[in-house]
């Protein structure tokens, strides 16, 4: 039995098929369904998870190379938001481009993690290194 560490067991499947410069959708509660990608649904209640809460729990077992998001996420937050996302990505590439320029790159991910984020355009694609 796990003890620590993500506990999810579609969660953990999903990771282990992640290899180098395979990437993985982190989307907040209203991102389309993607019928073509694998999809765990962590969401419980409104913000329970978040995106940063779930890239928390992913990031000691993910090699980051590059992180994607929407520029939008920068215009439609407060800037304290985005300075979040880009402290826990510290000296990781943030690469920030239209909504439909980032919503192109979904169908080329292994696969999806749907959380329960409220914040506007909170999806972030992340790739491994």
Do not use: C
Request: net charge neutral; glycine share 4%; charged share 15%.
């Amino acid at each position: 039995m796990l003890k620590s560490g993500i506990l999810n067991p579609a969660l953990l499947s999903l990771l282990a098929r992640v290899r180098h410069t395979n990437t993985l959708v982190i989307a907040d509660r209203g991102f389309p369904f993607w019928p073509q990608l694998e999809t765990v649904d962590l969401a419980l209640v409104d913000g329970i998870p978040t995106v940063l809460q779930v890239l928390d729990a992913l990031a000691p077992n993910f090699v980051l190379g590059r992180a994607f998001a929407a520029e939008e996420f920068r215009t439609h937050n407060a800037a304290a938001v985005p300075a979040a996302l880009a402290a826990r990505l510290a000296g990781v590439p943030l690469v920030f481009e239209p909504h439909a320029e980032f919503k192109k790159r979904v169908p080329l991910a292994v696969g999806l993690v749907r959380t329960a984020d409220t914040l506007p355009y909170a999806n972030l694609i992340i790739e491994s290194a």
